[in-house]
């Protein structure tokens, strides 16, 4: 099961420790003073916006979805960036619906993101990657960190596929909802993670 805000909880309390370990650090630099933090340019801070679009997501929206809102919820999507000093993460998601099965939705995607890389299939017990229709050679990814499904995988019925790489992840999840599909798209990108 794929539970992105947990991740996003854990993260931000990573990127936050961080940084407060880094500003304690520059305090305590030889020669330096309580203020040496601030004037080196050590910047922290957190955004959030309640909406994302697809050139965030980095992922295409499904032709004729629209945005889904679960119960008590106000908003489809959000995007929430945090950084201090070198470490960052940004987290972009967007939930929508269609009233095409999951089958047509799954199979749109797996096409649209195989354009732009590789696709892993979460959604089997054993994770298969779909070739890229521009395949780079064999071996890791650019940064260094192949990406795995770890213990994601969809709901009941649902289908799961992530394309990318460890510090810069897209995520697609499709499960069946009252006769059509809910399709949530996230990307993280996590910077100074090396």
């Known amino acids: 099961m794929f539970h992105p805000?947990?991740?996003?909880r854990h993260a931000v309390a990573a990127l936050l420790l961080a940084g407060g370990l880094q500003t304690a650090a520059l305090a305590n630099e030889p020669g330096g003073s309580k203020g040496s933090a601030k004037?080196?340019?050590?910047f922290a801070g957190i955004s959030i916006r309640p909406t994302a679009s697809a050139e965030q997501l980095g992922l295409p929206l499904f032709?004729?979805?629209?945005?889904?809102?679960?119960?008590?919820?106000?908003?489809?999507g959000a995007s929430i960036g945090a950084w201090g000093g070198p470490f960052g993460l940004q987290v972009h998601a967007?939930?929508?619906?269609?009233?095409?099965p999951v089958e047509a939705v799954a199979r749109w995607y797996r096409e649209a993101m195989a354009r732009q890389g590789k696709v892993l299939?979460?959604?089997q017990a054993q994770?298969?990657?779909?070739?890229?229709?521009?395949?780079r050679p064999a071996g890791k990814p650019a940064d260094g960190k192949p990406l795995r499904c770890g213990r994601d995988r969809p709901e009941a019925g649902g289908v799961l596929y992530k394309q990318g790489t460890r510090n810069n992840?897209?995520?697609?999840?499709?499960?069946p909802l009252d006769g059509g599909t809910?399709?949530?798209l996230v990307r993280v990108e996590v910077r100074g993670d090396d």
Do not use: N
């Open 94 to 100: 967007l939930k929508l619906r269609s009233s095409e």
């Open 182 to 184: 809910r399709i949530s």
């Open 169 to 175: 992840v897209h995520v697609v999840a499709l499960e």
């Open 127 to 135: 994770a298969t990657e779909t070739p890229a229709a521009t395949d």
């Open 121 to 123: 299939d979460c959604s």
């Open 63 to 76: 032709p004729g979805a629209v945005p889904f809102r679960d119960t008590g919820e106000e908003h489809a």
């Open 5 to 8: 805000p947990i991740a996003l």
């Open 39 to 42: 004037d080196s340019g050590f």
